[in-house]
């Protein structure tokens, strides 16, 4: 990974819509050399995907919140199924299997704190977990451009 490499990391995490022919000329190099650059990134598995930012209270979708969930200890050798069978849920935005006193951290959103309650109840009538806490998000900065580190 080169400095032309890095810099166009960073320009599509800010604009993914920028075009071949547009982010060839910022960089100031060629539109052959940048189209062989973005697919070799894709390629290395670097660049994942090209995505829409969605502003969920638009969608219906206003209350957010971190689930912290204690899986019980006979249940974590399966807390990695458990885990990919939570993301399948509808309301769930992200999950993040982590240490300390949680096993699973589950990113939600909700329309409303009385749907957040009711999906922490049902999940929390599951036999794999132990425990179960919600943290409603009142503010959230998100960073929208991550650099190469090094």
Known sequence: ??????????????DARLSNRQLARELG??????????????????????HATVNLSKIGRSVEA???????????????AFCDEVAQLPDVIAIYMVTGSADL??????PSTD???????ELARRDEIADIRSSV??????TRCVSVAG
């Open 1 to 14: 990974m080169n400095e032309i490499d890095s810099e166009i990391l960073r320009r599509l995490q800010q």
């Open 29 to 50: 190099i060629a539109e052959s050399t940048c189209l062989a650059r973005v697919a070799s990134l894709q390629d290395q598995g670097v660049i994942t995907g090209f």
């Open 66 to 80: 971190h689930i912290s969930i204690k899986v019980r200890p006979q249940a974590l050798a399966n807390a990695a």
């Open 105 to 110: 951290i589950a990113h939600v959103a909700v």
């Open 115 to 121: 749907v957040l309650r009711d999906f922490v109840l």
């Open 137 to 142: 998000i009142f503010l959230s900065r998100t």
